[in-house]
């Protein structure tokens, strides 16, 4: 390899054939000189290292070659060399982010008043353009609108909406979209075969990857790659060691300790990453473009393209993403964003690769509501029980016979190994022969409780398998609406806490108020909580439309009933109404005591009127 200039430099595009991508750039330009159509002012706008500045020099070189005005520059003139080594008197490279001032424009009107030197235009290519003050832009306005003869302006920018507006109006606006993974692959392999770099197909394609769309930083990492390697051939390790990003294969660790559900694997993964001297943040942020390759490989069905390294890595990411739940790895993206955002706020980085690991493996130990949704699909699919320590094993045995009474409920026994599945608040049972809804589980009925209706015939006893010698497939169960309990001052003391906790899901300034509340009196059609006597301010606020609507769903939601909600003030020691009994206080009392037992109220001052 030779020395002298970066790689870069040596190899960025010299004419509109060079440029690999942005066509609908290079096709525009070229009709422009073909037709002598050339605008005086072009904005070009794209992320870092997509070849805007090279673009701007082409369009230089194929105005001042001694051969021109031509698409393609001869390469070998005075004038093309100069360009090509910026050292023309003609293109004048201005870096915005240093020059941004008033004086520097000022200074800029004064010489763009010269003559071309020895070219047929003066090209001003100003980078990094968006970095001029609003001063600057406004002093530089009048000169951008109406150039001298044979000037033109090129503007480049990463971020155009800092442009102004006007500076826009006046300028051609030409996009630089991102270069593919293949495209940036296909520049490194015509630089290292002309610089004679040896470097394997798969750390060529790992180096494309991590370029993100950067002709620029690919050439630069290669580069350095060739410092590192020496003589020898670059390989993925040389790759891995350069950039400092996770190897792969500790990447696809970390996942399959997700999809086994084995948070102890998950902790073992970051040790072995540490180990390693990888650093967790960016650990984290490999791990973020890994969990993306997954899901789009899931939406996908398929590894596109771009994401394609080696045939063996292509084919163990297919069967990640098959063995891995989509709900799966978009929360692992939530867990990798809301750690890398908390690293930015100074968490420490290995804490919060522990935290995204170990809770995308057991959800249990999560929480949020997405954690939640996660260990639902769980069970939904039957391939994720939780252990028999954390939930209730159940089985529900429902035999033909059994088609006029509910379902027996049976524990499981060493003959009848059952998996452990969560006992929900109420199941749906079906059978070959008939379906029948299980009772709540808070209150199961014993058999010898609840017989079989007169009409129904009982199984023979040949017929009743023993516990002991049987094993009744357990049947399938299938989430459904909650049943409404039968609801009284009780029972609605009991849920009250879980309406609380549903409120604060959602509104926990609400749940908190609620939280004072107790309910008093349950009808068909109506819940009275009561507040204590000095939290009328409180009372005030449930009573609003909002609260109240919020208050109940989260009832509705818990118990089953619609209920109308209605709010008062009463000490713990007042005894409760019965429900349906009204309660009469004050006037109300002495009323309604006076209509029953036909009385008149006598008043202590005999000067006063009575009140009639």
């Given at each position: ?382 391939d994720g029980a939780a252990p028999a320590s954390s939930l209730r094993s159940i089985t529900v045995a429902v035999t033909p016979e059994q ?210």
């Amino acid at each position: 390899m030779s020395t002298g200039p970066s790689l870069y430099r040596r190899h960025r595009p010299r004419t509109f054939a060079d440029v690999v991508g942005q066509e609908h750039v290079v096709r525009t330009l070229r009709n422009a000189v073909e037709q002598s159509k050339v605008h005086h002012a072009y904005l070009f706008v794209g992320s870092r290292g997509t070849g805007k500045t090279s673009m701007a020099k082409i369009l230089a070189a194929c105005l001042n070659c001694e051969r021109g005005p031509t698409t393609r520059p001869c390469g070998r003139c005075e004038s093309c060399t100069s360009i090509a080594s910026a050292t023309s008197l003609d293109v004048i490279e201005m870096d915005a982010a240093s020059n941004n001032s008033v004086d520097d424009i000022r200074e800029l009107r004064e010489k763009v008043a010269y003559a071309p030197v020895s070219g047929r235009h003066k090209v001003y290519i100003l980078d990094e353009a968006h970095m001029l003050s609003s001063q600057a832009w406004n002093a530089f306005l009048k000169t951008l609108e109406e150039p001298p003869p044979r000037t033109i302006f090129v503007l480049a920018t990463t971020e155009a909406q800092k442009v102004l507006p006007t500076v826009v109006d006046r300028c051609h606006r030409f996009d630089f979209g991102r270069p593919t993974v293949e495209q940036v692959a296909t520049v490194l392999v015509r630089v290292a075969a002309e610089e004679q770099i040896r470097i394997s197909e798969a750390a060529l394609a790992l180096v494309a990857r991590h370029a993100t769309g950067s002709f620029r930083d690919a050439l630069g990492t290669l580069e350095q790659l060739v410092t590192y390697a020496g003589e020898e051939q670059i390989e993925p390790a040389d790759v891995l060691a350069v950039l400092g990003i996770a190897d792969s294969e500790q990447l696809f660790a970390a996942v399959e300790a997700i999809v086994a559900r084995d948070p102890a694997e998950a902790m073992r993964a970051v040790a072995r990453l540490a180990e390693s001297g990888r650093d967790p943040g960016q650990v984290l942020r490999d791990l973020e473009i890994h969990g993306r390759e997954l899901l789009t490989v899931q939406v996908l069905g398929e590894v596109p393209p771009e994401l394609r390294v080696t045939p063996e890595r292509d084919r163990r990411m297919a069967e990640q993403a098959s063995a891995l739940s989509r709900t799966d790895a978009v929360r692992l993206l939530d867990l990798v964003s809301g750690a890398l955002e908390a690293t930015a706020n100074g968490a420490q980085a290995r804490i919060q690769l522990e935290l995204v690991l170990v809770k995308a493996a057991a959800p249990e130990l999560d929480p949020s509501t997405q954690a939640l949704m996660a260990r639902i699909e769980r069970l939904e699919s039957g391939d994720g029980a939780a252990p028999a320590s954390s939930l209730r094993s159940i089985t529900v045995a429902v035999t033909p016979e059994q088609t006029g009474g509910p379902p027996q409920l049976q524990a499981p026994s060493a003959a009848a190994p059952v998996r452990p599945v969560a006992a929900p608040a109420s199941v749906r049972v079906t059978s070959s022969s008939a379906s029948a809804t299980a009772q709540p589980a808070s209150a199961p009925a014993p058999a010898q409780s609840a017989p079989a209706p007169a009409q129904s015939a009982p199984a023979p006893a040949q017929s009743a398998p023993a516990p002991a010698q049987s094993a009744p497939a357990p049947a399938v169960a299938e989430p459904q609406e909650r049943p409404a309990v039968s609801l009284e001052v009780g029972t609605a003391t009991e849920l009250w806490p879980a309406v609380v906790d549903t409120v604060r899901a959602g509104n926990a300034m609400l749940a908190a108020l609620l939280a004072d509340a107790r309910p008093v009196i349950v009808t068909e059609r109506e819940l009275t909580l009561a507040f204590p006597s000095g939290a009328a301010f409180l009372k005030r606020k449930a009573e609003q439309d909002e609260h109240r609507r919020v208050t109940a769903e989260a009832l509705r939601s818990v118990t089953g009933h619609t209920l109308v909600l209605r709010y008062e003030l009463r000490d713990e020691e007042e005894t409760p109404a019965e429900p349906g009994e009204t309660v009469l206080t004050g006037e109300k009392l002495v009323q309604r005591f006076m209509d029953e037992f036909n009385a008149e109220e006598l008043l202590d001052d005999p000067d006063q009127p009575e009140d009639k």
